[in-house]
Structure formats: C-alpha cells, structure tokens
T-cell receptor, first 117, second 115 residues
C-alpha cells in the first residue's frame, strides 16, 4: 500500500523567512510525488511533482521540493514566504507498481501554513 | 479551458433525501476521481474511473453511495438516502492518464449539508 505522512498540522512562519512543509512517504517501488495547495473554499491546485531525474523540483509560485530517497521524504520549501502563501498544503504519492491503471493518488492529511507579517 | 465543473456548489437537504452531485471533467482527460473532504477525516478518495470504467470504488462508504460515468464528459455521485454524517465537501478531479505521471485538476467542490 502507498501512504504519505505530514507530521505537522500547522506551520507558522514570518513573511520573508524561509518555509518548510514536511512530507514522508511509503511505497513499494520508486514513487511519484506531488504537492497541492488549497485556498479557503477552493479546490486543490497542483504545485509541483517529482517523477524522476533531478532531486530538486521547482514548481509554481516560487515553491520547490527536494526528493530524498534515503529518508523517504519530499519536503516543500520556499526561500522567502509571503502572506499570500497562507493555505492548506497536501502531499500526495502514487506507487507506479500498483496495477489497475488510472492515476490513483493517496493524499496526506494536510498542513496549514500561516505566514504572518 | 473551463476546468473541472461541479454542480451544485452548495446543497442543503434534509435527512433521507436523495442528493445528486454532478461533474464535467476537462475535455480530453480520461481519468476521473471523486473525493470527500471533512475536518475529521481529511481528503478521502471515494471512487475513480479510467476511460469511463470504475477502477476502484473501495472508498465508497456504503451502499447509499453510487457513482456513474455514462460518457467521457459527465459523471454523477448519488447519495440515497442522505444522512447528516454525509455532510462534507465533495470534489471531482480529472487527469490525463500518462503512466501515472499526470497531475489532478480539481473542481471547486460541492458543499453538502444534510440536516
């Protein structure tokens, strides 16, 4: 089975400071990893993904994530946080070994990011 | 592109009534997903379709829930009869299946309140 864990329910950071939102995963093979963001009363929006290649992945709105196979982690980062980054962030994983086709993603429980002035 | 379109955006109904939620995926996408989001349980996958065929419905809570995808441009999620514990935001998402590398595109959700 595939799973992801987001150990922090909430992360608080001051505007201008770097931010990190943590994610660890469990799959039987090489994972496909995703980050999504959800603003209040909206659907989830795709931020970035890791499929293969360079371990540092760059995405939308200045976000990036680092894939670390030895630590089974895929933490989301941004060098300088903005108040407008405040939202709910979800990590997701797909195990490509799973049979049945489709594109089933398993989501984490989400981390609320709060960026304050 | 208009994105994934869901209707209704808000639904308030009484216990025992039938509820039908609708979804129009992005044109050309061949995978469709129904998720439910609550504070207590987070984001749960209810069912997903690939090329209009249900692939995995193991997340459907019970027989009161059913989903159909009669064609590539339309899907419904039906709850009959509805119960207060079904109150949640229901999301539809679509994807272009490409060896599992494609991202999901979510609709704005249907907020269901069962009194």
């Amino acid at each position: 089975a595939q799973s992801v864990a987001q150990p922090e329910d909430q992360v608080n950071v001051a505007e201008g400071n770097p931010l990190t939102v943590k994610c660890t995963y469990s799959v039987s093979g090489n994972p496909y990893l995703f980050w999504y963001v959800q603003y209040p009363n909206r659907g989830l929006q795709f931020l970035l993904k890791y499929i293969t290649g360079d371990n540092l992945v760059k995405g939308s709105y200045g976000f990036e994530a680092e894939f670390n196979k030895s630590q089974t982690s895929f933490h989301l980062k941004k060098p300088s946080a903005l108040v407008s980054d405040s939202a709910l962030y979800f990590c997701a994983v797909r195990d490509p070994i799973l049979t049945g086709g489709g594109n089933k993603l398993t989501f984490g429980t989400g981390t609320q990011l709060k960026v304050e002035l | 592109d208009a994105g994934v379109i869901q209707s209704p955006r808000h639904e308030v109904t009484e216990m025992g009534q039938e509820v039908t939620l609708r979804c129009k995926p992005i044109s050309g996408h061949n995978s469709l997903f129904w998720y439910r989001q609550t504070m207590m349980r987070g984001l749960e996958l209810l069912i997903y379709f690939n090329n209009n065929v249900p692939i995995d419905d193991s997340g459907m809570p019970e027989d009161r829930f059913s989903a159909k995808m009669p064609n590539a441009s339309f899907s419904t999620l039906k709850i009959q009869p509805s119960e207060p514990r079904d109150s949640a935001v229901y999301f539809c998402a679509s994807s272009l299946e490409a060896a599992g590398t494609g991202e999901l595109f979510f609709g704005e959700g249907s907020r269901l309140t069962v009194l």
